[in-house]
């Protein structure tokens, strides 16, 4: 356990597979490659919220939708997981799982600031920029080891994102506010991996999500005009429940639990897709046009997701025996 944890105080015994990945049962015992096609999965969904959330926008505001999506995933996961909650209700997972959502609540309103004085694309961009941030955000907060497939992959993706995301390249005061706001995805990336793999991550996605609900309505009481009854429609309902159920409960919860399972740089850049799967949908169901610059963005992307996980040794083996001859 960790020193920082230690000086936060006992905790009630963690079952093994609900901590770090190794030879166990349940949870524990599932390949990386599991943990991996999670983060793909949730990263999929989310690009599908963004095709969802452009319609819901335009009858509520975004704090408010923020706030319904955050409050209903931390009530289900309370009804879920009441006995882990009240096992575990100790300083150690509450200010775990608080700093984690204060981190992914200023994340979520720099991001939202940051798009009211930019476009969507470059608001993308630059939010996907936490990919690049998070292993040197890591290393800095747990030692964990930075290489230069870490970098090169995560740099590689930046520049798909680029492809697929921006229209300009200039520098305009809401893209400083949304970089601002990848700084906080990236340290909230960051502390899920490194504590996910000690604490019980169901109970700190709970506190997690109670964080951000509470602060998007403090928000939303502050900034935004109350949402009219007439504007509760069974469509904007049912919406909103898909969003705080699927896109929401089950997609952080299985960020978190992923996280906890497979090194942050490579978490961060399979959650990256996000963004270009956003896109795809948008080709898919909305007829935005797929260009040459967007197929190029993808291919990048790919390539950058093959090299961390491959280093590209694939390519070298052809030429194994051509070491082997020359070491002999």
């Known amino acids: 356990m960790s020193d920082r944890l230690k000086m936060l105080g006992g905790d009630a015994p963690v079952a093994p597979e609900d901590r770090a990945p190794g030879f166990l049962r349940g949870a524990g015992a599932r390949s990386p490659l599991f943990w991996k096609l999670m983060l793909v999965v949730m990263a999929l969904m989310w690009g599908y919220s963004f095709f969802i959330m452009k319609d819901t926008l335009d009858s509520i505001p975004t704090f408010m939708l923020l706030a319904c999506r955050f409050l209903i995933s931390a009530a289900v996961l309370f009804v879920l997981f009441m006995k882990r909650i009240r096992v575990h209700f100790n300083r150690r997972n509450i200010v775990v799982g608080c700093a984690m959502g204060v981190f992914l609540g200023l994340a979520y309103a720099f991001q939202t600031f940051g798009l009211a004085e930019t476009t969507a694309g470059k608001n993308a961009f630059l939010t996907g920029t ?59 990336i960051a502390t899920a991996a490194k504590y996910g793999r000690e604490l019980d991550v169901n109970v700190i996605t ?123």
């Open 130 to 188: 936490y990919c690049i941030l998070v292993p040197f955000v890591s290393y800095l907060m747990a030692r964990e080891p930075l290489t230069r497939f870490n970098v090169g992959a995560a740099a590689l993706c930046v520049a798909g994102i680029a492809l697929v995301a921006l229209d300009s390249f200039s520098m305009q005061r809401g893209d400083a506010l949304t970089l601002i706001g990848a700084v906080f995805f990236a340290l909230q």
């Open 206 to 328: 709970f506190w997690m999500f109670l964080t951000v609900g509470v602060m998007d309505a403090i928000a939303s009481f502050a900034t935004e005009p109350p949402v009219t009854a007439v504007s509760w429609t069974p469509e904007l309902v049912g919406t909103i429940l898909f969003l705080a159920l699927c896109c929401t409960c089950l997609g952080m919860l299985m960020q978190n639990l992923g996280l906890a399972h497979v090194p942050s740089s490579t978490g961060s850049l399979l959650l990256s897709l996000e963004s270009p799967s956003g896109v795809l949908f948008s080709v898919l169901f909305a007829g935005e046009q797929l260009t040459m610059r967007l197929v190029a963005g993808f291919a990048l992307i790919f390539t950058s997701i093959v090299l961390s996980e491959t280093h590209f040794s694939f390519l070298l083996k052809p030429y194994a025996h051509v070491r082997k001859r020359r070491e002999r």
